[in-house]
């Protein structure tokens, strides 16, 4: 009886060894990432500045601000990011692109693979961190 328990014993231990190189080997594309939690603060902005200020960003692990024009509703096309942000909370984040009037943005926050570089198909969109902004239409307060 006493062999029987350590055969099972050891097995078990192969077992869990097993799981725990294959964890640690798997490829990034098929492992499901748990990145925690992040959020975004923005405020609509006025046009004719060099890019959007966001008020605040919490990121639970280093990530990036990506955003992106809204077109008939759905988020489109890229057309500013971020440097890279380390964990934690960043206040007034610069984005430089083009802001234009009356244009509806949709900003994103991405958690970075592990190379400092923004790379959409790499890099693990934070869900449920969507935040909307809009350029202001009125261009009046630059003297035009």
């Given at each position: ?66 955003i992106k024009g809204v ?74």
């Open positions: 009886m006493k062999k029987t328990s350590v055969l099972i014993l050891i097995i078990l231990a192969l077992l869990i060894g097993f799981m725990v190189w294959r964890f640690i080997n798997i490829s990034k594309k098929d492992a499901i990432v748990v990145i925690g939690e992040g959020s975004v603060e923005v405020v609509d902005q006025k046009p004719g500045q060099l890019g959007t200020t966001i008020k605040e960003v919490r990121l639970a692990q280093n990530g990036f601000v990506v077109v008939n509703g759905n988020a489109g096309v890229t057309v500013g990011v971020s440097k890279l942000l380390r964990a934690g909370v960043h206040k007034n984040v610069q984005v430089l692109m083009e802001l234009v009037p009356g244009q509806e943005y949709a900003v994103f926050l991405y958690a970075d693979n592990g190379n400092g570089v923004f790379d959409d198909l790499d890099d693990v969109l934070i869900e449920e961190s969507e935040a909307h902004f809009f350029v202001d239409e009125d261009e009046a307060f630059f003297g035009k």
